[in-house]
């Protein structure tokens, strides 16, 4: 049996980028057949003009993969068989029901659908393995750019014919040494990857996207909106849905922080311990 191809889980954002340029100079090995981007279609334009860049810099191809577009399928009214309308969205949102209780829709299917099973769908097919092939030998080992400081984030290959490999975690190496491998060698810093809309977003980085692209804010503004528009002609669901934690419209929340209102600094929680470590990093 020939030996299993590497292939990289490319989000194009600072971990992934920067173990995709470590890749490039042989700081890891062995070099990878190529990267497998999932595009969902909402990214901000940041991060689709890094990718433009980056993949000029690598000595192997970059894959683009897309189901379509997320924002979408979120969106689409369908008709249920029982009658009436309802809106499949499975995305993490945030809900305020009618008699003023907050709460948030656990399940969802945006990371699998649009992220990992494109992800698996190419690396099968760069294996040389056919579509409805059941091997239960590894023909993939799949590098995922999770860094020391997300170390929770790590989650075994789900199909026997593929391995997961964290070459950063291997390596020691956190966010921040990341940054700094891409500053010593000359290149740029990547942007964040992730949906404009993402309800994971945390503060910062909604204050990020306001400030320092603000159409792609606009655009989380009038998903929002969208989907708060569509979930009132849903059957069966009587909430409001929200991208913010707080169940504040997107659009009427100041994300300056809280030094530069006048009350000292705080940590602010992040996303992590919720996500699932296959949205792209």
């Given amino acids: ?5 590497h292939i990289i889980s490319l989000g194009a954002g600072v971990q992934s980028s920067t173990m995709a340029l ?23 334009a940041s991060v689709y003009k890094w990718l433009d860049w980056l993949e000029k810099q690598l000595p192997f191809p970059v894959h683009r993969v897309t189901i379509g577009k ?17 809106c499949k969205t499975d995305l993490p949102i945030y809900t305020l029901a ?5 709460g948030k829709k656990v399940g969802r299917q945006c990371t699998h659908d649009f992220k990992v099973a494109p992800l698996m769908k190419e690396g099968k097919r760069l294996a040389g ?4 092939s059941r091997c239960k030998d590894v023909r993939l080992i799949q590098w995922i750019g999770i860094s020391l400081d997300e170390i929770v984030r790590m989650k075994t290959a789900r199909e026997k014919w593929a391995e997961s490999r964290w070459p950063l975690v291997e390596l020691r190496m956190r966010r921040d040494d990341c940054l700094r491998w891409m500053k010593k060698h000359g290149y740029p810093e990547p942007p964040r990857s992730a949906c404009v809309y993402c309800p994971f977003h945390s503060n910062t980085e909604w204050r990020r996207l306001k400030t320092e692209e603000p159409e792609e804010f606009i655009k989380a503004v009038d998903f929002e909106k969208a989907l708060q528009s569509a ?48 949205c792209g990093v």
């Avoid at 979120?74 to 249920?80: D, E, G, I, N, Q």
């Avoid at 009618?98 to 907050?102: F, H, R």
């Fill in 1 to 5: 049996m020939s030996k299993p191809v």
């Fill in 129 to 132: 393995l056919a579509p409805l």
């Fill in 98 to 102: 009618p008699d003023g209780a907050l």
């Fill in 231 to 278: 979930k009132a002609q849903s059957k069966n669901f009587r909430a409001v849905p929200f991208l913010h934690r707080s169940c504040v419209p997107l659009g009427e929340i100041d994300f300056s922080t809280d030094v530069e209102r006048g009350q000292g600094a705080w940590w602010e929680e992040n996303f992590r311990d919720e996500c699932e470590g296959m």
């Fill in 22 to 44: 470590m890749a490039k100079h042989g700081e890891i090995t062995p070099m990878p057949i190529g990267a497998i981007f999932a595009d969902t279609q909402d990214e901000p």
């Fill in 70 to 86: 997320l924002s979408e399928r979120a969106l689409k009214l369908r008709t249920a068989k029982t009658g009436g309308l309802y």
